[in-house]
Nanobody, 118 residues
Framework: QVQLVESGGGLVQPGGSLRLACAASINIFSINTMGWYRQSPGKEREFVAQ???????VYADSVKGRFTISTDNAKKMVYLQMNSLKPEDTAVYYC????????????WGQGTLVTVSS
């Protein structure tokens, strides 16, 4: 089973940028859909973005135009570029994946904390 490890979180001021990275233990990008979710304190985990093996992307309305998901198949990496960050983007961000025959994301990384604050 694939393992996912996120990195790149940290403290950033409002309006700033961060790039999150997720390393996969095996190359699944030609088959699986990759995604990012986030969870803020006291809230349920919510969808942020996903990218299919064919490169089709979907974003939550709250991040559309500010965040960009991408993959580097050769490096087995998926990224989340986050621009124009807002305090409400503060959360633990999780990398996830699902195979084509699976109805839901079911493999998760450990998460990386993003804090947007002045």
């Amino acid at each position: 089973q694939v393992q996912l490890v996120e990195s790149g979180g940290g403290l950033v001021q409002p309006g700033g940028s961060l790039r999150l990275a997720c390393a996969a233990s095996i190359n699944i990008f030609s088959i699986n859909t990759m995604g990012w979710y986030r969870q803020s304190p006291g809230k349920e985990r919510e969808f942020v973005a996903q990218i299919t093996s064919g490169g089709v992307t979907v974003y939550a309305d709250s991040v559309k135009g500010r965040f960009t998901i991408s993959t580097d198949n050769a490096k087995k990496m998926v990224y989340l570029q986050m621009n124009s960050l807002k305090p409400e983007d503060t959360a633990v961000y999780y990398c996830t994946t699902r195979a084509p025959f699976e109805s839901a994301f079911n493999t998760w990384g450990q998460g990386t904390l993003v804090t947007v604050s002045s």
